[in-house]
T-cell receptor, first 113, second 115 residues
Framework: DAKTTQPPSMDCAEGRAANLPCNHSTISGNEYVYWYRQIHSQGPQYIIHGLKNNETNEMASLIITEDRKSSTLILPHATLRDTAVYYCIVRATTTSGTYKYIFGTGTRLKVLA | NAGVTQTPKFRILKIGQSMTLQCTQDMNHNYMYWYRQDPGMGLKLIYYSVGAGITDKGEVPNGYNVSRSTTEDFPLRLELAAPSQTSVYFC??????????????FGAGSRLTVL
């Protein structure tokens, strides 16, 4: 299964861009990178996903390196409500062709006032 | 739409008791997953299902059983509760899209304490 490595914690000033890195050096060519976040003890919330190209939606941007071995989630103008644990996930494909999602320990982002 | 609904939200069990955590989704998703999250840790995959009648083990399946008789429901059963199963349990569902992506929707979680 493709594994991801993220820094355990980061701080970001309110209003600034938060850049959260993720390494996924064992990713295979057709595997997507997903980002979720978990606020307090709520269920994780989907943020964005990508395969090769950079992606942007109303919540964030995702930058994937050309070799696909790492990515960065960008929250362009972080607010206090963005304080959460952010998970970078590479979907694993089983031998039977089904998909499972293995979460790591994530990055705890703290947005400071 | 209700999304993914988990019941109960909280439960206290005695060692050796059994119980079933319920999970229902109304989005006609084919994939469903059960995760557990211990305090301060990430989520660990217990079991998952790709459709009615099909289930498979995740990272930490020991002590749990699942079934998937319908598309909507994916219950998780604990047969002999142990203190090590004290955790928050999350159910998730997703649909395999034409693009190959599969975005998961999570429930609010079920907090289980085994004493």
């Amino acid at each position: 299964d493709a594994k991801t490595t993220q820094p355990p914690s980061m701080d970001c000033a309110e209003g600034r861009a938060a850049n959260l890195p993720c390494n996924h050096s064992t990713i295979s060519g057709n595997e997507y990178v997903y980002w979720y976040r978990q606020i307090h003890s709520q269920g994780p919330q989907y943020i964005i996903h990508g395969l090769k190209n950079n992606e942007t939606n109303e919540m964030a941007s995702l930058i994937i390196t050309e070799d696909r071995k790492s990515s960065t989630l960008i929250l362009p103008h972080a607010t206090l409500r963005d304080t959460a644990v952010y998970y970078c996930i590479v979907r694993a494909t089983t031998t039977s062709g089904t998909y499972k999602y293995i979460f790591g320990t994530g990055t705890r982002l703290k947005v400071l006032a | 739409n209700a999304g993914v609904t988990q019941t109960p939200k909280f439960r206290i069990l005695k060692i050796g008791q059994s119980m079933t955590l319920q999970c229902t989704q109304d989005m006609n998703h084919n994939y469903m997953y059960w995760y557990r999250q211990d305090p301060g840790m990430g989520l660990k995959l217990i079991y998952y299902s790709v459709g009615a009648g099909i289930t498979d083990k995740g990272e930490v399946p020991n002590g749990y059983n699942v079934s998937r008789s319908t598309t909507e429901d994916f219950p998780l059963r604990l047969e002999l509760a142990a203190p090590s199963q004290t955790s928050v349990y999350f159910c998730a569902s997703g649909r395999q899209g034409a693009s190959g992506a599969n975005v998961l929707t999570f429930g609010a979680g079920s907090r289980l304490t085994v004493l």
